[in-house]
């Protein structure tokens, strides 16, 4: 997918357990703390794969995979 241009990588701020070492989800975020050991969370900035990164692309990719399919 990299060598198509379909993924990427970029630095992005997310969710931080820090006593589980782990990345949360917006959603498993509950007033501030971890959904599950309710320890607050913080914010670090890591390096992450982002797939489908503009909708052009995409839409040639999907195109190509979808029409084989809509004319049997």
């Known amino acids: 997918m990299f060598e198509r241009g379909l993924a990427y990588r970029k630095h992005s701020t997310v969710n931080w357990c820090p006593s589980r ?18 320890t607050t969370i913080a914010t670090r900035d890591l390096e992450q ?21 809509a004319q049997e």
């Open 21 to 38: 070492q782990t990345v949360l989800a917006n959603e498993q975020v509950v007033e501030g703390a971890c959904w599950r050991c309710t």
């Open 49 to 69: 794969w982002f797939l489908l990164p503009r909708p052009r692309q995409a839409g040639r990719f999907c195109d190509r995979w979808v029409h084989p399919i």
